[in-house]
């Protein structure tokens, strides 16, 4: 079965890190894109960042410098390290797969969210 | 940066009427790269349309997407009560960012 499984948020004051997991079944994480989508409370979604199959990494402006994304073949994990927490990072994290037909086309395959909740 | 606005914030409607939401982009997107995602409270968003117009798997056929350059357009042509929920376009064009639009609620009127 196609599955993703968020780990890893909670509460945590300002400046803080925090490392989400996303243990990934059914497919293997390297072979495909991977992406975090967070989404605050009471608002829309946001983009984060994306791996794709072949290593390269991409960040939202909002994030960057501050979060990492990586994964972990033998574990089948996607991650997102976050660095230096702001109160305006409070929100859902979702992992997700990306959807590639001579590119990304969409996201299809979604975890159930993790809550990060930054605050003093 | 590609800019997405949606249209209107909410649309209050019936069951069983016909729901036409707007995504406008800020510049040209390939009809490739543009996608719209259903999501209902405390769920994850769900993927309903990609390339503008194909129906993701399972989606129902009441689900349609058109469009092309900076303006596409979701319609659900019969709104059941399941399909009463907040919709998001988001764009792939070119490299991430890969944005998302505001949402439009769709609610029972």
């Known amino acids: 079965e196609v599955q993703l499984v968020e780990t890893g948020g909670g509460l945590i004051q300002p400046g803080g890190s925090l490392r989400l997991s996303c243990a990934v079944s059914?497919?293997?994480?390297?072979?495909?894109?991977m992406t975090w989508v967070r989404q605050a409370p009471g608002k829309g979604l946001e983009w984060v960042s994306v791996?794709?199959?072949?290593?390269?990494?991409y960040y939202a402006d909002s994030v960057k410098g501050r979060f990492t994304i990586s994964r972990d073949k033998s574990k089948n994990t996607l991650f997102l390290q976050m660095n230096s927490l702001r109160v305006e990072d409070t929100a859902v994290y979702y992992c997700?797969?990306?959807?590639?037909?001579?590119?990304?086309?969409?996201?299809?395959?979604w975890g159930q969210g993790t809550t990060v909740t930054v605050s003093s | 940066e590609i800019v997405l606005t949606q249209s209107p914030g909410t649309l209050s409607l019936s069951p069983g009427e016909r729901a036409t939401l707007s995504c406008r982009a800020s510049q040209s997107v390939s009809s490739n790269y543009l996608a719209w995602y259903q999501q209902k409270p405390g769920q994850a968003p769900r993927l309903l349309i990609y390339?503008?117009?194909s129906r993701a798997t399972g989606i129902p056929d009441r689900f349609s997407g058109s469009g092309s350059g900076t303006d596409f357009t979701l319609t659900i042509s019969r709104l059941e009560p399941e399909d009463f929920a907040v919709y998001y376009c988001q764009q792939y064009d070119s490299s991430p960012p890969w944005t998302f639009g505001q949402g439009t609620k769709v609610e029972i009127k």
């Open positions: 997700a797969r990306a959807l590639t037909i001579l590119g990304v086309v969409g996201m299809d395959v």
């Open positions: 059914g497919f293997s994480v390297t072979s495909n894109f």
């Open positions: 791996i794709y199959s072949g290593g390269t990494t």
């Open positions: 390339g503008a117009s």
